[in-house]
């Protein structure tokens, strides 16, 4: 199994801007498909962005489509999610994913998750 690292998270205000990292501890990063997830208190968690092994193909949310970016670097080992004008409602525990199934948008297709990092958007 592998082990995941999120970092980045913290308090932002809306209209601001973060940027997310999940480090994978396999040097096989490659052959993972990656994913964000979210979860608010009291709410399901929910996916964010997913991208595929080669990052050719990239699949977003309605609610995050054309504000947050997923990204990777197989050379670092990193999956990147970069969020632009973030809004309360995009306050919650991010947690990465590393799976097999490309673009897949159910939190049970993924094999591998981080302990998740916590972001708050004030308005």
């Known amino acids: 199994q592998v082990q995941l690292v999120e970092s980045g998270g913290g308090l932002v205000q809306a209209g601001g801007s973060l940027r997310l990292s999940c480090a994978i501890s396999?040097?096989?990063?490659?052959?993972?498909?990656m994913a964000w997830f979210r979860q608010a208190p009291g709410k399901e968690r929910e996916f964010v962005a997913a991208?595929?092994?080669?990052?050719?193909?990239?699949y977003y949310a309605d609610s995050v489509k054309g504000r947050f970016t997923i990204s990777r670097d197989n050379a670092k080992n990193t999956v990147y999610l970069q969020m632009n004008s973030p809004k309360p409602e995009d306050t919650a525990v991010y947690y990465c994913?590393?799976?097999?199934?490309?673009?897949?948008?159910?939190?049970?297709?993924?094999?591998?998750w981080g302990q998740g990092t916590q972001v708050t958007v004030s308005s």
């Open positions: 396999k040097r096989t990063f490659s052959s993972y498909a």
């Open positions: 991208i595929s092994r080669s990052a050719s193909s990239t």
């Open positions: 994913a590393a799976g097999i199934t490309s673009g897949g948008r159910i939190w049970s297709q993924y094999d591998s």
